[in-house]
């Protein structure tokens, strides 16, 4: 088991698994299911699923595909989009997930992460940061990356921190999908002025953006998308995992 959290983030749309590319155009990857095998087979030790139009089509979410998911997945799992009631959390909790995560709902209802937090314990609730650079100035968005919030992205952490979230998803919408390696200083940022945990996510595109989001940006775990359900950038699908010998000797 690596020491530093390595955790392939699967992007759905309902039930097909796919991968976006700045939170924009997205490409078809396959059948979450068939996905979840060949990550068992790899020995992953967590997974992620994000259903990504969720929120912003109002859709609940799919529990079918989820109880699927769940009874094919050998490693932890977590699960994020549409949750907005503490009863559909439940619900994700009891087909076998072990951690929420939120988005649009921690910006407008963070009762709702003190709740989930409460009852299943702060490890439980993960928020997810959506973050966007325009000049020089860094704001958070929800809403599957159409909304901005007027909110600064620290004041925002410190308030998910005290309404009980136990680890935040930092995703760069302009790095995501781009394999150009991470906004490893604005991590730094955020990682250095706060408590929580920080999960780097968006720009993975090999060892070295991981090895350095860890060592110089001080991410407690990455998330990689492209990296393991594509060959190379511009080539076909492939789910695969990182060498663990590089990782391990690079972490």
Not at 75 to 89: D, K
Not at 132 to 148: H, L, P, Q, R, V
Request: aromatic fraction near 10%.
């Amino acid at each position: 088991m690596l020491q530093t959290r390595i955790i392939p983030c699967l992007q759905l749309i309902d039930e097909s698994l796919v991968k976006a590319v700045q939170f924009d155009k997205y490409g078809y990857i396959g059948d979450p299911c068939n996905t979840v095998r060949i990550f068992n087979e790899l020995e992953v030790d967590e997974l992620c699923f994000l259903d990504i139009r969720a929120s912003r089509e109002n859709r609940t979410p799919n529990y079918k595909i989820l109880q699927d998911i769940a009874d094919e997945c050998f490693m932890p799992l977590s699960y994020g989009g549409g949750i907005s009631t503490f009863e559909q959390a439940k619900q994700i909790f009891s087909i076998g997930f072990e951690k929420v995560i939120l988005n649009t709902q921690a910006f407008r209802n963070p009762k709702l992460v003190t709740q989930i937090a409460t009852h299943f314990g702060v490890q439980a609730v993960v928020v997810s940061v959506d973050f966007k650079k325009t000049g020089s100035i860094y704001n958070a968005y929800i809403n599957d990356g159409k909304e901005k919030i007027s909110e600064d992205i620290l004041t925002y952490i410190k308030r998910i921190e005290d309404a009980g979230a136990g680890e935040v998803l930092l995703t760069s919408i302009d790095k995501e999908g781009t394999w150009n390696g991470f906004d490893v200083n604005f991590v730094k940022y955020i990682t250095s002025n706060t408590k929580l945990p920080v999960i780097a996510q968006g720009g993975a595109g090999d060892i070295n953006h991981i090895a350095q989001v860890v060592n110089v940006g001080g991410a407690s775990a990455v998330a990689l998308g492209s990296m393991v359900v594509y060959q190379k950038k511009g080539m076909g699908v492939l789910v695969n995992f990182p060498d663990r010998k590089k990782l391990s000797s690079n972490l």
